[in-house]
């Protein structure tokens, strides 16, 4: 696949799925972040939050030359949106509905994980990754994974400071 028809592909999606749902549809100068009054003690996991979501789109940006990459830019674009929703958007995703979207994505992600996990004994040692594909893959999920669940404690935490401001 063409890497300019992948990026091109790869925006259109994302601004095609943050204008679904109004809260999340990005509009100039509306890139907010929750106030750190409002919720104090999350500021520094908004900036954890941001960095995640920046290497995820690092992670959708190499799978240009991957045979299964669109599968893959598809799988990290799910972690990198609720990632960027935690770091610049909380107060938009705090409600019912985007709880629930969020769980569903957690809970899908982590399935993900234990399908691709990798079967390679020692598939952390840098000689069997490099070579092995599905050790990538698996460590590709548990990374996807682990940012799902930063963006999720996020989000639980400031939902936390709603409903007990005490």
């Avoid at 799925?17 to 009054?37: E, M």
Wanted: one cysteine or more; hydrophobic letters at 55%.
């Amino acid at each position: 696949m063409d890497s300019n028809l992948f990026m091109m592909t790869i925006q259109k999606i994302l601004k095609m799925v943050l204008d679904l749902y109004p809260p999340f549809a990005l509009t100039k100068g509306d890139l907010s972040v929750a106030s750190d009054q409002q919720f104090p003690g999350v500021r520094s996991m908004k900036y954890v939050n941001i960095l995640f979501c920046v290497m995820m789109v690092l992670f959708i940006g190499v799978q240009y030359n991957d045979p299964d990459g669109l599968m893959w830019a598809f799988i990290y674009l799910v972690p990198a949106l609720w990632a960027a929703l935690a770091g610049f958007r909380l107060n938009h995703v705090l409600g019912n509905r985007a709880f629930s979207a969020l769980a569903v994505s957690v809970l899908g992600t982590l399935v993900l994980m234990g399908y691709y996990w990798p079967s390679t004994p020692g598939f952390w040692h840098k000689d069997v990754w490099w070579e092995t594909e599905t050790a990538r893959e698996g460590m590709g999920m548990m990374i996807a994974s682990l940012v799902m669940l930063v963006a999720a404690f996020t989000i639980w935490s400031a939902r936390r400071k709603l409903a007990d401001p005490a």
